[in-house]
């Protein structure tokens, strides 16, 4: 896991170069590449348009649910999927059954993921970015740690790894006293209409982000952030079917290598946008994966589109097609919808003679229920 430490460091790093943010690249490397991107967003925008509003609005749910909890596992903190499901669902104004109440750092990231790809029109200023890193820190803490929120930082700051008196130095950011005018140049070109395709935008944001590494902690929240409000700004939609978050983690260690060779190298950035570009595609086949208890849960309501059901056999067959926690008895259908045992039963039953649900042939001291697909 990599983590920041204030130290002084003298080392060659790209923002050491004169006029170091005219980045260029190969484009007979790249536009391959983004082509493949651009083609897969297509489809998978032109696929999702398809289905109805609600089931839109259950992908983006499940979509940013996966984003919230993969950005900061990146970071080493593992969020509770309930309050993160939570806490989006009622800021979209989803219903959503079972309601977690979400904690205060949960909270602050939802904010602003929700923020960065509902609100990605609008442009990025130090008052929007000063707020996201307030909400990240709602105490002002970094675990233990007393860290200077919603300001940039004032002292020299390390990307280091390894163990205490073994620690490997990665990168040293910029001076502090820099970075005012660093990131005005920055907000200037993110918020600017400069001919370049939104996607290589959301790649070299990433990268130019990440070096200036403004914040005293959660730059890298902020700058996956920044991405996919990039992202959405491509996509030209606030719904998210796609989470790059997803698949850096699953690729962190290329993730982190692919950056540190950009950052010690020259302005020639055409190994990180292509490595981005590579990591975006992979985010885009996988998504299908992804999201295919939404598709199924379509396939499934087209199906019976013509049979009647009653509110508790829709509750429990859209739990059942989301993943349901366990075996499904008639005791659990009685508890989660709140009627007898009796009704619990007549209900199953119902439902096996329609033949959406078969008794699991396993048997054993109880009778477990399953859906038929």
């Known amino acids: 896991m990599y983590i920041c430490r204030n130290f002084f460091y003298m080392a060659r790093y790209i923002y050491l170069l004169d006029d170091w943010t005219n980045f260029v690249w190969d484009s007979d490397i790249v536009l391959p590449m983004l082509c493949e991107v651009r083609n897969l967003q297509g489809l998978i925008l032109g696929k999702m348009s398809a289905l109805g ?19 900061s596992e990146i970071e080493g903190e593992m969020l509770n999927k309930a309050q993160v499901r939570s806490s989006i669902a009622r800021r979209l104004g989803i219903e959503i059954a079972g309601m977690a109440h979400p904690s205060r750092n949960v909270e602050g990231v939802v904010e602003m993921m929700l923020d960065a790809t509902q ?42 790894s390894g163990a205490m008196g073994k620690e490997k130095v990665h990168f040293e950011a910029p001076p502090p006293q820099t970075l005012k ?25 990433h990268l130019w982000f990440v070096t ?24 030209d939609s606030n719904r998210r079917f796609y989470s790059m978050s997803n698949q850096i983690l699953k690729e962190r260690k290329k ?11 020259d302005r020639d950035i055409t190994h990180w946008i292509n490595w981005f570009l590579s990591c975006l595609k992979r985010a885009l086949l996988s998504t299908e994966k992804t999201l295919q208890s939404v598709f199924q ?41 709140k ?3 009796d009704t619990a039963l007549r209900d199953i039953k119902d439902l096996i003679e ?20």
């Open 53 to 71: 509003f609600s089931l839109q609005e259950e992908a983006t749910l499940n979509t940013l649910t996966t984003d919230v909890l993969k950005t």
């Open 255 to 265: 993730y982190y290598a692919a950056l540190e060779k950009s950052q010690h190298g």
């Open 339 to 341: 009627c007898s045992a």
């Open 212 to 235: 200036l590494h403004p914040f005293d902690d959660g730059n890298g929240r902020i700058t996956r952030a920044l991405s996919d409000m990039a992202l959405a700004r491509s996509d």
């Open 181 to 205: 005018k660093e990131m005005d140049k920055f907000i200037a070109w993110f918020n600017s209409d400069i001919n370049i395709d939104p996607v290589v935008k959301a790649a070299i944001a």
């Open 354 to 373: 329609k033949g959406v649900l078969k008794q699991e042939e396993a048997g054993g001291r109880s009778t477990n229920y399953e859906l038929i697909l």
């Open 119 to 160: 609100n990605y029109k609008r442009p990025i200023d130090e008052e929007r970015l000063f707020g996201w890193h307030a909400a990240l820190f709602p105490t002002g803490r970094s675990g233990m740690y007393k860290i200077e929120t919603g300001q940039y930082r004032t002292s020299d700051m390390q990307v280091v």
């Open 297 to 337: 849960k379509a396939d499934f309501w087209k199906k019976y589109s013509q049979t009647s059901f009653n509110d508790r056999q829709k509750l429990m067959l859209n739990k059942l097609l989301d993943g349901f926690d366990g075996k499904l008895k008639s005791s659990k259908w009685a508890k989660i919808t």
